[in-house]
């Protein structure tokens, strides 16, 4: 990482303001609702411990985490759980939270997999949104920012691992 090109898109100031707006609109459409929220490990860690401070609502919170699996760098769509969440989620509302939709393939699964459980609601919360890469239609109810098609690290989100540390996002290449 230390030797790749890295470009600031997206500044802490701007995170920081972009996510007490998101925590403003979701306290409003939950009120009187005790929320569950789920965040999807790895990348999303960041994103949600901000966010819930920035609720002005009681919730609950517990994590999943998947994987897909692909030959290269290529993913052939095969999504895997390897950490369910370990509360009940029948009949309550609930509230995704992830770094990063991209081609859809994740969120698409976990959407499926937490519908087969009756939740009284089930949203979508994505730091950021690739909309231009879906494979599967896929559209989250609240997004943080939409990017183009470049790979991002910083805020969670990492290269093999590292600059998930980094408080602002970078575009690298
Ligand atoms: O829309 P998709 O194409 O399915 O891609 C999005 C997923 O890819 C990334 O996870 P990754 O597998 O890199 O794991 P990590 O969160 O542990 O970094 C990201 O955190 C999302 O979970
Ligand atoms: N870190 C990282 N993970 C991703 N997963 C899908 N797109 C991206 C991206 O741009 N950066």
Partial sequence: MENMNKKILLSKDAIDKRVKELGEQISRDYTDSELIIVGVLKGAFIFMADLIRALSIPCRVDFARLASYGSGAASSGKVIMTKDIE?????????????IVDTGLTLKFLVDW?????????????????????????????????????????YGLDFNEKGRFLPDVYLVE
């Fill in 87 to 99: 509360t009940s989620i029948k009949g309550r509302d609930i509230l995704i939270v992830e770094d």
């Fill in 114 to 154: 937490f519908l087969e459980r009756n939740p009284r609601s089930l949203k979508v919360c994505a730091f950021l949104d690739k909309q231009g890469r879906r494979k599967v239609p896929f559209e989250a109810d609240y997004v943080g920012f939409t990017v183009d098609d470049a790979f991002v690290i910083g």
